[in-house]
């Protein structure tokens, strides 16, 4: 007898609670026993999504409610992953759709709500945090309904249920009169409202292919759907792409469901069932894996283009091959295209010579999650400075805007107002949000904002809250001011001295500390101004026999700013590279000798 299901994806805005919330469902069916350790968002599995707190790669799991196994899809929340979720919803029947009880729908909110709505998927709308302070829930559920309406939802889908919900303290209630006790709400209701998968069990065997991930024992491993028939370990399929050719024939060697945060082995599969095949080499996600009788591909929904993209080539500073073990192009190359093939929202360029690759993702924080795993497993590379991609619509160039919602103090308001325009953008709604804070909503080209985020977090003294996502694409804006000042380049390779840096920090923000390592070319600092100046930092001080007052002051340095990947990458100019190693991150110049710099900005001039 095959096992009742249900399938459902968790969707929200960035940080509105989804992983906490899978933990309390998790704790709460039975999943672990009384006395294990079990770690605060469970999901979370990876380093990255665990020292930045947030959700990167979708991934199922699966709980026992009664006698209902459900299938449950932890989505990303951030703009740039949105690919992920595009993917994912495919799998699901039903949705739940999370809010902050404070902050309301935001911009990813109606991202995710979009795609889903468009798949038919019914959703399950939650006010989640429900025990804020600041927690306004009735005006967030006119807000969401406001939503619903302006994405052409149908009467099936505006007739949602609603819920109030803390993840975090484990219950759900439908009023919020009701005794705050435990999850069984919310899952009872999804066993309700959520319908069971479709599919016909006699048709021939046929899996949509939505996610690829690698296993050190089982290889290549395929998560998706199983839509028509079932499936034996062993038996013999075939992978088609969309277009219905031929990809590979092969045998599922393997065949994994999902219990809680681990992948178990089974004989038989069936219609519904979330399900992890190995055994095939070379079928990649938005392939149909069947029968070999199958002849029409599972259809699948157009991945959203990427809006941006950088420039990866081979790390050729003084310091190269020093502090990494992969740094050839061949290695570079084979990485980024395993990665192209894994991740849908990735494109894979090169260049004639082959020693240059053009990545194109959604955002500065995809590309930079992407290049921080590249340095973690030992790789050196140099990035160039993140690029708009353009479209050519009626021999017009557009390019792509952002929806921007940002919540500041008031006081702050005129001042990031007055920074957007400058950047292009045009404000399309201004609101008080109560407790003193204003939402302001903009249409920004998305080149304006790369390298706002940490100006903004200054601009608001680090209380603002900013928030993006891809809008549409429009007409060229015009010119964009670029960074204001010029580089501190060093004219020298050594050892940076504590003399030297006390001596320049009247000439701008230093980079480097004392003992830091530079070399010709490379940038140790800010100028106060807006030309570059070569300066050097390893110019000791003189010792003589001579004594005199106020000579010999102690020498005290400023600490050097610290920027993140995503800070530098968008902190460069377009004539200059960050150089990335699995040990350092350092800013140079495209061209590391002085002559060669000038000889190109004549050449630009």
Same mark, same amino acid.
Request: include cysteine.
């Given at each position: 007898?095959?096992?009742?299901?249900?399938?459902?994806?968790?969707?929200?805005?960035?940080?509105?609670?989804?992983?906490?919330?899978?933990?309390?469902?998790?704790?709460?069916?039975?999943?672990?026993?009384?006395?294990?350790?079990?770690?605060?968002?469970?999901?979370?599995?990876?380093?990255?999504?665990?020292?930045?707190?947030?959700?990167?790669?979708?991934?199922?799991?699966?709980?026992?409610?009664?006698?209902?196994?459900?299938?449950?899809?932890?989505?990303?929340?951030?703009?740039?992953?949105?690919?992920?979720?595009?993917?994912?919803?495919?799998?699901?029947?039903?949705?739940?759709?999370?809010?902050?009880?404070?902050?309301?729908?935001?911009?990813?909110?109606?991202?995710?709500?979009?795609?889903?709505?468009?798949?038919?998927?019914?959703?399950?709308?939650?006010?989640?945090?429900?025990?804020?302070?600041?927690?306004?829930?009735?005006?967030?559920?006119?807000?969401?309904?406001?939503?619903?309406?302006?994405?052409?939802?149908?009467?099936?889908?505006?007739?949602?249920?609603i819920m109030y919900a803390?993840?975090?303290?484990?219950?759900?209630?439908?009023?919020?009169?009701?005794?705050?006790?435990?999850?069984?709400?919310?899952?009872?209701?999804?066993?309700?409202?959520?319908?069971?998968?479709?599919?016909?069990?006699?048709?021939?065997?046929?899996?949509?292919?939505?996610?690829?991930?690698?296993?050190?024992?089982?290889?290549?491993?395929?998560?998706?759907?199983?839509?028509?028939?079932?499936?034996?370990?062993?038996?013999?399929?075939?992978?088609?792409?969309?277009?219905?050719?031929?990809?590979?024939?092969?045998?599922?060697?393997?065949?994994?469901?999902?219990?809680?945060?681990?992948?178990?082995?089974?004989?038989?599969?069936?219609?519904?069932?979330?399900?992890?095949?190995?055994?095939?080499?070379?079928?990649?996600?938005?392939?149909?894996?069947?029968?070999?009788?199958?002849?029409?591909?599972?259809?699948?929904?157009?991945?959203?283009?990427?809006?941006?993209?950088?420039?990866?080539?081979?790390?050729d500073s003084p310091f190269?091959?020093?502090?990494?073990?992969?740094?050839?192009?061949?290695?570079?190359?084979?990485?980024?295209?395993?990665?192209?093939?894994?991740?849908?929202?990735?494109?894979?360029?090169?260049?004639?010579?082959?020693?240059?690759?053009?990545?194109?993702?959604?955002?500065?924080?995809?590309?930079?999650?992407?290049?921080e795993t590249m340095r973690?497993?030992?790789?050196?590379?140099?990035?160039?400075?993140?690029?708009?991609?353009?479209?050519?619509?009626?021999?017009?160039?557009?390019?792509?805007?952002?929806?921007?919602?940002?919540?500041?103090?008031?006081?702050?308001?005129?001042?990031?107002?007055?920074?957007?325009?400058?950047?292009?953008?045009? $404000? =399309? @709604?201004? *609101?008080?949000? /109560?407790?003193?804070?204003?939402?302001?909503?903009?249409? &920004? !080209?998305?080149? #304006?904002? %790369?390298?706002?985020?940490?100006?903004? $977090? =200054? @601009?608001? *003294?680090?209380? /603002?809250?900013?928030?993006?996502?891809?809008?549409?694409? &429009? !007409?060229?804006? #015009?010119? %964009?001011?670029?960074?204001?000042?010029?580089?501190?380049?060093?004219?020298?390779? /050594?050892?940076?001295?504590?003399?030297?840096?006390?001596?320049?920090?009247?000439? #701008?923000?230093?980079?480097?500390?004392?003992?830091?390592?530079?070399?010709?070319?490379?940038?140790?600092?800010?100028?106060?101004?807006?030309?570059?100046?070569?300066?050097?930092?390893?110019?000791?001080?003189?010792?003589?026999?001579?004594?005199?007052?106020?000579?010999?002051?102690?020498?005290?340095?400023?600490?050097?700013?610290?920027?993140?990947?995503?800070?530098?990458?968008?902190?460069?100019?377009?004539?200059?590279?960050?150089?990335?190693?699995?040990?350092?991150?350092?800013?140079?110049?495209?061209?590391?000798?002085?002559?060669?710099?000038?000889?190109?900005?004549?050449?630009?001039?």
């Open positions: 007898m095959t096992q009742e299901l249900r399938n459902i994806a968790i969707i929200a805005h960035v940080d509105h609670g989804k992983t906490t919330l899978i933990d309390s469902m998790m704790k709460q069916s039975g999943m672990f026993r009384d006395n294990q350790n079990v770690d605060v968002c469970v999901m979370d599995s990876g380093d990255l999504e665990k020292e930045r707190g947030i959700t990167i790669l979708a991934k199922p799991t699966s709980i026992q409610w009664g006698e209902v196994r459900v299938n449950i899809i932890d989505t990303p929340g951030h703009a740039d992953f949105g690919g992920e979720v595009e993917r994912v919803l495919h799998m699901a029947d039903g949705v739940i759709l999370l809010t902050d009880s404070a902050e309301g729908p935001m911009p990813q909110t109606k991202f995710v709500l979009g795609k889903a709505l468009k798949l038919g998927l019914k959703p399950i709308v939650i006010i989640n945090k429900i025990d804020r302070p600041d927690g306004r829930p009735e005006e967030v559920v006119d807000e969401v309904f406001d939503l619903f309406v302006s994405l052409d939802a149908n009467d099936e889908q505006l007739d949602f249920p803390s993840g975090r303290d484990g219950w759900c209630v439908k009023e919020l009169e009701d005794p705050r006790d435990n999850l069984a709400p919310l899952l009872d209701l999804v066993l309700q409202h959520v319908p069971e998968p479709s599919g016909d069990k006699d048709a021939p065997f046929a899996m949509l292919a939505t996610l690829l991930d690698s296993d050190p024992f089982l290889g290549r491993c395929l998560t998706g759907r199983v839509i028509n028939g079932s499936a034996k370990v062993n038996d013999t399929v075939k992978a088609i792409n969309l277009d219905g050719e031929l990809v590979e024939n092969g045998r599922l060697t393997k065949l994994l469901t999902f219990d809680g945060t681990e992948r178990v082995p089974v004989d038989v599969v069936n219609v519904g069932d979330i399900i992890c095949v190995a055994g095939l080499t070379k079928t990649s996600v938005a392939d149909t894996i069947g029968a070999p009788s199958l002849t029409e591909p599972v259809a699948s929904t157009p991945i959203d283009p990427p809006t941006m993209a950088v420039m990866i080539t081979v790390n190269a091959g020093t502090e990494g073990k992969k740094v050839t192009s061949t290695m570079i190359r084979e990485r980024l295209l395993n990665e192209a093939e894994v991740n849908v929202a990735i494109t894979f360029k090169e260049s004639e010579s082959k020693d240059a690759f053009e990545i194109g993702g959604r955002g500065e924080l995809q590309l930079g999650v992407l290049i973690r497993e030992g790789f050196e590379l140099t990035v160039s400075r993140p690029r708009v991609l353009y479209q050519d619509v009626d021999g017009q160039c557009h390019e792509p805007l952002e929806e921007v919602t940002i919540d500041v103090d008031e006081e702050y308001s005129s001042t990031v107002v007055d920074k957007m325009n400058r950047r292009k953008a045009e $404000m =399309t @709604d201004m *609101r008080s949000s /109560g407790a003193g804070k204003t939402r302001i909503t903009f249409n &920004a !080209p998305s080149r #304006g904002l %790369i390298g706002y985020q940490s100006q903004f $977090m =200054t @601009d608001t *003294r680090g209380t /603002g809250v900013f928030n993006r996502v891809f809008h549409s694409y &429009a !007409p060229y804006k #015009g010119d %964009i001011p670029q960074r204001r000042h010029g580089a501190l380049i060093s004219t020298d390779q /050594g050892q940076a001295v504590a003399y030297a840096i006390f001596n320049l920090q009247d000439r #701008g923000v230093m980079f480097v500390d004392h003992q830091t390592p530079v070399y010709a070319g490379m940038i140790v600092g800010e100028h106060s101004r807006d030309n570059d100046l070569e300066v050097n930092v390893l110019k000791g001080k003189q010792l003589t026999n001579v004594r005199a007052s106020g000579t010999d002051d102690a020498v005290k340095i400023t600490p050097p700013r610290k920027m993140s990947l995503e800070d530098m990458m968008a902190y460069i100019n377009d004539d200059e590279l960050l150089e990335v190693t699995p040990t350092n991150l350092r800013l140079r110049k495209l061209h590391l000798c002085p002559h060669e710099r000038k000889k190109a900005s004549r050449a630009a001039s």
